[in-house]
């Protein structure tokens, strides 16, 4: 058992990371945002992208319906939500060259990169080669390496792991 729950640890730390930080040449990549619509708020800080929203940034890409940012007063990213309204928002990278793809799913995925937290809401589903985590809820806090799958009323969380491939 608890070999298990080192596996389980290892696998959700691997998957997690990889949804703040991909291959680390990514983040001196350039971001690429391309939507039906979108609104800039320089003042408040906050942007906005509607309909088949695509985000680029080397090996990252995030696809959703709609995506909002907010910025700080030094006019870095402070929360970014990704939304999936007519279907669900989706983010893939690649931590390593060798590594298979990470494909994250849920209805809302919420990164708050000063705080080091990511947040998938709503059918959350974290694959990558073949491990995978299904849950209504996951959060990923990278500051103190911990992964919470919260009670939820709509469902349990479950984990396959194949220790081969880990």
Known sequence: MCR???LFFILILCVFTTL???LSSDSEKPMQITSDASSFNYKTGVS?????VEVIQGTARLNADRVITHNNDAH???EAIAYGINKPAEYWTRLKKEDPLLHAI???IKFYPQKSLVILEGNAKVI?????FIGPVAIYNMK???V???PSKTGRATVVINPDKI
């Open 4 to 6: 298990m729950l080192k």
């Open 20 to 22: 703040l930080y991909a």
């Open 48 to 52: 906005q992208y509607d309909g088949n």
């Open 76 to 78: 870095k990213i402070s």
């Open 106 to 108: 849920a209805n809302t």
């Open 128 to 132: 990558q080669g073949e491990n995978t």
């Open 144 to 146: 103190t390496q911990t």
């Open 148 to 150: 919470t799958a919260p």
